[in-house]
């Protein structure tokens, strides 16, 4: 089920196997991106894209938005 955490929580999650996935745009991803993140455009969020995530582990999520 999804939902929002703060720093604390994105360092716990990942301090315990969590799975880091940037949605930015390509561009935007190559610029700049969190260390180890997997990068699946959002445009490209599907099951086929996502198909490689263990879904044992917990998934994090992550777009920046500067506005």
Known sequence: MP????????QRL?????????VLPRAEY????LPGAIHVPLKQLD?????SLDR???????CHDSL
Request: net charge negative.
């Open 47 to 51: 099951a086929g894209t996502t198909a």
């Open 30 to 33: 190559e610029q700049e991106h």
């Open 14 to 22: 990942l301090a315990h196997e969590a799975q880091l996935v940037e």
């Open 56 to 62: 044992e582990r917990p998934i994090i999520v992550y």
């Open 3 to 10: 939902e929002s955490i703060g720093l604390e929580g994105l």
